[in-house]
């Protein structure tokens, strides 16, 4: 019960005054970024970042990864009483809260968003705690080649859980990895793609890219579909949040099943947007009132929160252990660590354990801060929506502005951000997915680091990545991953000729 | 039927099919940029082993290889596919009404910096696109940027531009 002891520690670095109040800070910040067209988990983070070059790291992280549990209660507030998703992992949260905002029914659908979004996050956080060390350890006896085959699936999942265009993923992927070679090569110190260009010396820096593509590629989305808020009332009455937690056992089932998809699709980077979609379609399957959905069923709403917020969570998982972030805004969060120092991967356990507690005793304390804080100031939050865009839009590009420039302290960036923008705008509308390019971004150099110490290790053969049984394991399961739109094309066709 | 599709989209400014090759297009423009960069540094395997151009040599193949299907997928294999429209006029002008203000905002920004340009480019927009009387975008506005001011030059120490050609908030005694 090693795990026990050093969260009980991590539970004094967390519980100070200070910062105990920065998570208060961080998680209203959070909803309210989270309600934000325009302003997310990833680029809400991205622009607060530097604000907390200047803290000590563990409270940075803290106050960061609060913000994080903040989006994700948030997003549900306006997929319920607007039927417009504030995050894309609240889409599927909109077929049924909606429809009971409607029936009158806000509060309770509500309060079955926040309390099974923190039941998801819960049970991916006690995961975290017993698997992460783990984990850990295992990666400890690590070479380059595991590391790199390590990546491999990382970006290979992407292919082979991505519905659309397996090509265009591979697109995406691979001018992320293009974007982070540019600048100065870490091994031979040379300057690489520059083009003589002395802006580019610094290279692109996710963070711009992250602000750009989420930010201002969001607004200009919502743009042109001419938002127009019409809403449901939402005042969240004490016997309402009683009868409804009355309720909720009721559908332990749907729960548990929904925590299990949530935390697979957070390790693995699929994310928070697929689970919560899954989950809802295994939901509506399995459910005796699966007839009912859509029309303002309770169990709509819990299947897919309660997904989202276990896969939002479980995506620190994979960050904390082995240095690899499982969903963009845990990359922006790991952009952080190496910022403030510190070294992600297995060593970071061994190395700074009061941080790595710290943080996992955050989350407990966060979760049940965040979900105070939806369930008592709700009517707040949705107040914010009545602000007109026309006034929304304006200053989050000024906010997004001030968060490229702040990076770099250089106004190049602020023009990057720009063009990210345009890209995201043109990459959504033509489903090029833009998490994969994220991570590249952000893991870019880091893989290409182990692949020029494996290829140097065997000289360049590729041997290398099956050398053993675990790297071949991985490799092979990479590759199957990368193939697995062809593969899967195969069997849907053997199928059909069978029926 | 493609011609009917055709009359309803009339007021479309460009197709996904066409977009698609442009963006495709794109990709092996940048992907022959990077193979050319790489190839310059030395895309091979030197005496200490690989060259700093070895890694992203690949990437670009990788990226050539990819957007030629894409682009092929676009402009062949859908040629005969309904067209649909990528954006439709009215949406474009929307979009446009953000963007080109945006890019006037970021040259604001480098020019004179990011407060006063925050200043004219919340209130025009407010008064322009909102139909906001003018005191209510101008409260608003300098609400903003007097906010920014407190909370990154003032509490985080974090200076933001104040404009490379000419700083108006000397007059106000900010240097």
């Known amino acids: 019960m090693e795990e026990i002891n050093a969260l009980f520690s991590g539970f004094a670095v967390a519980m100070t005054p200070f910062n105990l109040l920065l998570m208060l800070v961080g998680v209203t910040l959070g909803v309210i970024i989270g309600v934000l067209p325009g302003l997310g988990g990833a680029n809400g983070i991205a622009i607060l970042l530097p604000l907390t070059f200047t803290m000590p790291p563990t409270s940075a992280i803290i106050m960061l990864s609060c913000i994080y549990w903040g989006a994700l209660f948030g997003g549900a507030i306006t997929s319920v009483l607007f039927n417009i998703p504030g995050e894309p992992w609240s889409v599927a949260t909109t077929f049924d809260g909606y429809p009971m905002a409607r029936n009158g029914k806000a509060g309770e659908a509500l309060t079955a968003a926040f309390t099974s979004s923190f039941v998801g996050a819960f049970f991916a956080i006690v995961m975290i705690t017993f698997l992460a060390p783990l984990v850990a350890k295992f990666a400890l006896q690590f070479g380059p080649p595991e590391f790199f085959s390590v990546y491999l699936l990382t970006f290979c999942s992407f292919v082979g859980m991505n519905k659309g265009s397996p090509f265009k993923t591979i697109s995406a992927m691979m001018l992320g990895f293009a974007l982070a070679t540019v600048g100065m090569d870490t091994v031979t110190g040379q300057l690489r793609l520059t083009f003589g260009n002395p802006e580019l010396m610094r290279g692109f820096d996710f963070l711009i890219a992250v602000i750009g593509l989420f930010g201002i590629g969001e607004i200009l989305l919502s743009m042109e579909e001419g938002l127009a808020f019409h809403g449901a009332a939402a005042k969240i009455r004490r016997q309402v949040v009683l009868e409804t937690w009355a309720k909720l056992p009721k559908y332990w089932a749907t729960s548990l099943r929904s925590c299990l998809i949530g935390c697979w699709m957070g390790i693995t980077p699929g994310g928070a947007t697929p689970a919560s979609f899954m989950a809802y379609g295994v939901a509506k399957r399995?459910?005796?009132?699966?007839?009912?959905?859509?029309?303002?069923?309770?169990?709509?709403?819990?299947?897919?929160?309660?997904?989202?917020?276990?896969?939002?969570?479980?995506?620190?998982?994979?960050?904390?252990?082995?240095?690899?972030?499982?969903?963009?805004?845990?990359?922006?969060?790991?952009?952080?660590?190496?910022?403030?120092?510190?070294?992600?991967?297995?060593?970071?356990?061994?190395?700074?354990?009061?941080?790595?507690?710290?943080?996992?005793?955050?989350?407990?304390?966060?979760?049940?801060?965040?979900?105070?804080?939806?369930?008592?100031?709700?009517?707040?939050?949705?107040?914010?929506?009545?602000?007109?865009?026309?006034?929304?839009?304006?200053?989050?590009?000024?906010?997004?502005?001030?968060?490229?420039?702040?990076?770099?302290?250089?106004?190049f960036d602020v023009w990057l951000m720009l063009g990210f923008g345009v890209l995201g705008y043109v990459f959504k509308k033509l489903d090029y997915p833009m998490a994969p390019m994220v991570l590249a971004l952000v893991l870019g150099d880091r893989a290409e680091d182990s692949f020029r110490q494996s290829m140097l290790i065997s000289q360049g053969s590729l041997d290398v990545f099956f050398s053993n049984y675990l790297v071949a394991g991985i490799s092979s399961l990479a590759l199957l991953l990368l193939f697995w739109p062809l593969i899967g094309k195969v069997i849907g066709k053997k199928k059909a000729a069978a029926a | 039927m493609s011609e009917q599709a055709n009359n309803s989209n009339e007021d479309s400014v460009i197709s996904v099919r066409m977009m698609d090759i442009i963006t495709a297009i794109g990709f092996l423009a940048v992907g022959l940029t990077v193979m050319i960069g790489s190839l310059k540094l030395g895309a091979s395997w030197g005496s200490d082993g690989p060259e700093a151009g070895y890694f992203p040599f690949y990437i670009s193949l990788i990226i050539m290889l990819s957007s030629t299907v894409t682009l092929y997928q676009a402009a062949i294999v859908n040629k005969k596919k309904k067209t649909e429209s990528f954006v439709d006029r009215e949406s474009f002008k929307q979009v446009m009404a953000v963007l080109l203000p945006a890019i006037v905002f970021v040259l604001g920004v480098q020019l004179i910096g990011i407060y006063v340009s925050s200043v004219f480019y919340i209130a025009i927009f407010m008064v322009w696109l909102g139909k906001y009387p003018l005191w209510k975008a101008i409260a608003v506005s300098v609400g903003v940027s007097v906010a920014l001011y407190l909370m990154f030059e003032y509490w985080f120490q974090v200076p933001l531009p104040h404009g490379s050609w000419f700083n108006p908030l000397e007059f106000v005694g900010v240097n």
Request: proline residues 8%; contains cysteine.
């Open chain 1, 286 to 411: 399995v459910s005796k009132n699966g007839e009912n959905f859509g029309k303002g069923e309770m169990e709509g709403i819990v299947a897919p929160e309660t997904a989202a917020h276990a896969a939002g969570t479980a995506a620190l998982l994979p960050m904390l252990s082995l240095g690899i972030p499982g969903s963009p805004t845990a990359a922006v969060l790991l952009g952080g660590l190496l910022i403030w120092g510190l070294q992600p991967g297995p060593l970071l356990f061994v190395e700074k354990p009061d941080f790595v507690w710290g943080l996992i005793a955050s989350m407990y304390l966060g979760n049940l801060a965040g979900l105070f804080v939806v369930l008592t100031c709700v009517p707040l939050f949705a107040s914010i929506l009545r602000i007109p865009f026309s006034i929304i839009a304006p200053v989050i590009i000024v906010i997004c502005a001030v968060g490229a420039y702040t990076v770099h302290n250089a106004t």
